[in-house]
């Protein structure tokens, strides 16, 4: 990637931050299902329900409006593709860790948090966006859950005070997801030459592999593992170069240069997995191409039913100048509210970062069935061995 690039990314990418390839391949043929009696979840805003809301401050309206009818922890107008991972196995919505009122800890716990990078990238979050709750930083707190629920468990001397707690022969029947890399690619593109970003991915995949050995030793056996996105898609990513620097942008109207490096990225992930399947050998590793699914839906988008998926839902972008998804600012010197626009079921973009909930139910649909799986395994068949 050219240095001129980078510049322009570093501009994209900054606010990027602060707001927030496997082939397909037949199933494989088994009557088993799997009956999983958790979800552990571990990623960035792309599963966070609740995380970030909980730390530091509650997300405003009108997120959440088409689902929950209210903010719910979740930076999109509903559900997520995790919330759609829950349905699919009869499960509840995954609580976060971080909420204190109104969590159901039963049946999994989700880590994410809006932010989250797999390597701490030390920044403060009211500067960069970036989360103080990396994935290390996540699999520490599942330890902590993990031996507290333990204690509990044994102390509990009424059957129902059980009931509220996993049972702690059920977090290695547990299915472990993740959704997380998205800010690690965002910010070394904020801070580093194109050579230099090369040079710090092989650190990214080496400490995912890491923190899913970690959970394997704590007796984690199902894993559920996206790649990342193709983030150059997100109109926020091309809003400012559109009408500017064209010859940066594809066919489709994506930023190369940002989808080159997430490429290069889920390609060291997806070899990592692999190699990493020898390493573990009691461990079903499923690794899930995000990325193909989601940039098939922004290149069809109206072959399925969507809008130009560079327009935004939620929010004011006018004359140059953004007013964010629930924020106020001023535009020709009339203040403005970023609101929604009423219809976000056609609209793949939400805020200009996340996805819509039918965005989001679309790429489930897609990815739940093992279309987009190595080894291509539905998820309700996640605890096998491919």
């Known amino acids: 990637m050219h240095e001129l690039d980078f510049k322009i990314l570093k501009i994209v990418i900054l606010v990027l931050a602060s707001l927030a390839l496997s ?73 976060s860790y971080l909420d204190s009122l109104g969590a159901d800890f039963r049946h999994g716990q989700n880590f994410a948090a809006g932010g989250s990078t ?41 059957p129902l005070d059980k009931t509220a707690l996993p049972r702690p022969d059920e977090f290695s029947e547990a299915l472990y997801t ?32 890491a923190a899913l050995t970690r959970l394997y030793l704590q007796g984690a056996r199902a894993f559920w593992i996206h790649n990342t996105g193709p983030i150059g898609c997100l109109p926020v990513a091309t809003i400012y170069i559109r009408n500017q620097k064209p010859g940066l942008l594809d066919k489709v109207g994506c930023m190369n240069g940002l989808n080159i490096m997430v490429v290069e990225f889920n ?60 924020q106020r600012g001023m535009i020709n010197d009339t203040e403005m509210f970023g609101g929604s626009c009423g219809t976000a079921e056609t609209y793949i973009s939400w805020d200009g970062v996340h996805f819509s909930e039918a965005a989001n139910h679309w790429i489930a649909n897609r990815i739940l069935n093992g279309s987009y799986s190595d080894p291509p395994m539905p998820i309700a068949k996640a605890c096998l061995k491919g």
């Open 23 to 95: 082939g397909r391949g037949r199933w494989i043929s088994t009557s088993a299902q799997c009956n999983f009696p958790a979800i552990y979840n571990f990623g960035d805003t792309n599963s966070d329900t609740g995380g970030i809301s909980a730390a530091f401050g509650p997300i405003p309206s009108p997120y959440g409006e088409t689902f929950f009818r209210r903010p719910a922890g979740r930076y999109s107008d509903g559900r997520l593709i995790i919330d759609f991972i829950a349905e699919s196995l009869g499960l509840p919505y995954v609580s």
């Open 118 to 158: 797999i390597v701490t990238q030390n920044e403060a979050i009211f500067e960069s966006g970036i989360s103080p709750f990396s994935l290390d930083v996540q699999t520490i707190q599942f330890d902590q859950f993990k031996s507290r629920t333990y204690d509990l468990y044994q102390q509990a001397t009424d």
């Open 267 to 326: 390609r060291q992930l997806k070899d990592r997995v692999t190699n990493l399947r020898a390493e573990l050998p009691q461990a079903a590793l499923n690794y899930i191409d995000i990325y193909s699914a989601k940039y098939d839906l922004i290149s069809n988008a109206k072959i399925y039913g969507f809008r130009d998926p560079m327009k935004i839902c939620c929010g004011v972008h006018e004359s140059n100048t953004d007013v964010w998804c629930g």
């Open 178 to 209: 993740f959704d997380i890399g998205q800010n690690d690619l965002s910010a070394a593109a904020r801070k580093l030459t194109g050579y230099q970003l090369q040079a710090v991915i092989p650190k990214m995949v080496n400490q995912f592999a």
